[in-house]
């Protein structure tokens, strides 16, 4: 019987053995069910074929070619990455909206004695799920956010918290971000699949208990923070963490390091600022990068930009600041103190 879920928590506590994506590599790069493996029964190339074929000759021809080439590669994976399978083995299918691509892979599954079933409409259903959760109803968590200056550890503070039994979302790690203009860290996952990340958080979660969360701007790179979680995060109250310059410094130039020492690719991130902080800033800063001077460059960046901004839009927010924790150091030594802090914090707001 297709599986007909009702909510996502449904559909991601499924009772199978293996949930398998059997749409194009490329639908399932975008996003796709949390674990689900890819065993696509059209490649890229494939599903294209079949979709011109559907409209400039004929669905008729269009479906003729597409069964034999479903079929041809249902064969390829049989024999594949599926043979170690015993009888007892149950596999959820899914295509985009649980038509011909995941029935007929199915069918041919249990054909051979497999319990194999669908996800009755496919991915359009889970994608409906996740969007009733993060884009149409308010989210049941309540959330508090830690912020603070650039620079204060924030990011390197939340698994410190989770050892403590805190319950994090790190939205940054989510969105493989560092959430600043040279925040950067590699290819940021598609809006979709950001989305995908962060419903499968929440739903681990107690929402009897405070969820923490650091605080973000509504854009993490290229990623949207979706609304129902940015409409909860501009009512959360704060925890604001305060840290010396020289620490904050001493900290970036660490945690920064990979950037700091490309030199070219810091200029072309740099040079935009010109429009905002002037061209003899931007023109400084650019030559303390050329020279080397990490220190100088990271603690005029902090004092001429970061911290500017951060002050213009705390005046605009105006959060409710529960608690303000003043950090003398940042190494591990200070950062396990502050997380202690924050974490009886964060007990007073729980009872």
């Not at 600022?273 to 002037?278: E, F, I, P, S, Y």
Request: contains cysteine; hydrophobic residues 45%.
């Amino acid at each position: 019987m297709p599986l007909s879920p009702s909510s996502l928590t449904e559909l991601l506590d499924h009772t199978f053995d293996t949930v398998i994506d059997v749409r194009s590599p490329a639908e399932y790069a975008e996003d796709h069910v949390p674990g689900a493996i890819s065993l696509p029964v059209l490649d890229n190339e494939e599903r294209a074929r079949v979709g011109t074929l559907y409209k400039q000759v004929s669905p008729f021809d269009a479906r003729k070619l597409g069964a034999a080439l479903v079929f041809r590669n249902a064969a390829a994976h049989i024999e594949g990455r599926l043979a170690q399978h015993d009888g007892g083995w149950r596999p959820l299918v899914y295509c985009w909206r649980g038509g011909q691509r995941s029935g007929t892979f199915a069918w041919l599954l249990k054909e051979i004695g497999w319990r194999s079933d669908v996800i009755s409409g496919g991915y359009k259903t889970y994608r409906r799920l996740v969007a009733d959760m993060l884009h149409r109803n308010p989210l049941a968590f309540r959330f508090v956010q830690l912020g603070g200056y650039t620079g204060t550890a924030k990011t390197a503070l939340l698994p410190l918290l989770q050892a403590r039994g805190v319950q994090v979302v790190d939205l940054e790690d989510l969105a493989n971000h560092r959430g600043s203009l040279l925040g950067g860290i590699g290819p940021q996952p598609s809006q979709k699949a950001f989305e995908s990340a962060l419903a499968r958080e929440l739903i681990r979660l107690d929402p009897a208990r405070p969820v923490l969360v650091e605080a973000e701007s509504s854009k993490i790179g290229d990623v949207l923070i979706p609304p129902s979680l940015w409409d909860a995060m501009k009512l959360a109250p704060w925890i604001e963490l305060r840290a010396p310059i020289e620490a904050r410094t001493a900290y970036l130039v660490r945690a920064y390091d990979d950037i700091l020492s490309d030199s070219d690719g810091l200029q072309a991130k740099l040079s935009p600022l010109a429009a905002h902080r002037g061209q003899a800033l931007v023109a400084r800063w650019i030559g303390l990068s050329a020279a080397g001077n990490k220190r100088a460059l990271t603690r005029s960046l902090m004092e001429d930009h970061y911290d500017l901004a951060y002050a213009k839009s705390m005046r605009a927010l105006s959060p409710t600041v529960v608690a303000r924790i003043e950090a003398a150091g940042l190494d591990a030594a200070h950062l396990r103190d502050v997380a202690a802090r924050i974490a009886q914090v964060l007990q007073t707001i729980e009872t």
